[in-house]
């Protein structure tokens, strides 16, 4: 494992590799150009061809001195959005094994950003969540709106949703 004076692991809910200019801007161009190392960590998209990404077979694209991605699973299916936080925690693990962070940074993903926490502490790293919409308070809208049909099972769900959120977001 080599280190980086400044890296990041940065844990995206976009599909990878990444379209948005924004990402490819900041994470192709400018953080490399200021010294920031920085290994992307997420899944391919749904309709993502095998191999034209780069991948060396483990999941790693990119090149030591721009950063990298790490590819784990496949986004466009119930099955996965269940099983990404767990594929991030991977990708992170492969990450970490090319470059240590200097810290974690989860957007959007709720359930990975509680893994990442947990791994950014065993790390002795800081953790940082990037919430790009109120995601807290989408939940908390729609607990409602099912509430307003009866509380069942489902409101139960949306409500332990909304809160574990809270709890973990805003504590």
Same mark, same amino acid.
């Given at each position: 494992?080599?280190?980086?004076?400044?890296?990041?692991?940065?844990? =995206?809910?976009?599909?990878?590799?990444?379209?948005?200019?924004?990402?490819?801007?900041?994470?192709?161009?400018?953080?490399?150009?200021? $010294? !920031?190392?920085?290994?992307? !960590?997420?899944?391919?998209?749904?309709?993502?061809?095998? $191999?034209?990404?780069?991948?060396? $077979?483990?999941?790693?694209?990119?090149?030591?001195?721009?950063?990298?991605?790490? =590819?784990?699973?496949?986004?466009?299916?119930?099955?996965?959005?269940?099983?990404?936080?767990? /594929?991030?925690?991977?990708?992170? #693990? @492969?990450? /970490? @094994? @090319?470059?240590?962070?200097?810290?974690?940074? !989860?957007?959007?993903?709720?359930?990975?950003?509680?893994?990442?926490?947990?791994?950014?502490?065993? #790390?002795? =790293?800081?953790?940082?969540?990037?919430?790009?919409?109120?995601?807290?308070?989408?939940?908390?809208?729609?607990?409602?709106?099912? $509430?307003?049909?009866?509380?069942?099972?489902?409101?139960?769900?949306?409500?332990?949703?909304?809160?574990?959120? @809270? #709890?973990?977001?805003?504590?």
């Amino acid at each position: 494992m080599r280190s980086s004076p400044l890296s990041i692991a940065y844990i =995206v809910r976009d599909p990878l590799p990444p379209r948005r200019a924004d990402v490819l801007t900041l994470f192709g161009a400018e953080l490399p150009r200021h $010294g !920031v190392h920085a290994e992307l !960590v997420g899944q391919a998209g749904p309709d993502a061809a095998d $191999g034209p990404d780069g991948s060396d $077979g483990t999941g790693s694209t990119g090149q030591p001195d721009r950063g990298s991605m790490q =590819v784990v699973g496949r986004l466009g299916s119930r099955f996965a959005a269940v099983c990404s936080p767990f /594929w991030d925690v991977l990708g992170l #693990l @492969r990450a /970490w @094994r @090319r470059v240590r962070p200097g810290c974690v940074q !989860v957007r959007d993903k709720i359930a990975s950003a509680f893994m990442a926490w947990l791994a950014a502490r065993l #790390l002795g =790293v800081p953790f940082v969540y990037w919430m790009s919409f109120p995601i807290v308070e989408g939940f908390e809208v729609r607990r409602d709106a099912i $509430g307003k049909r009866g509380r069942g099972a489902l409101w139960l769900a949306h409500a332990l949703r909304a809160q574990a959120s @809270r #709890l973990l977001l805003y504590r």
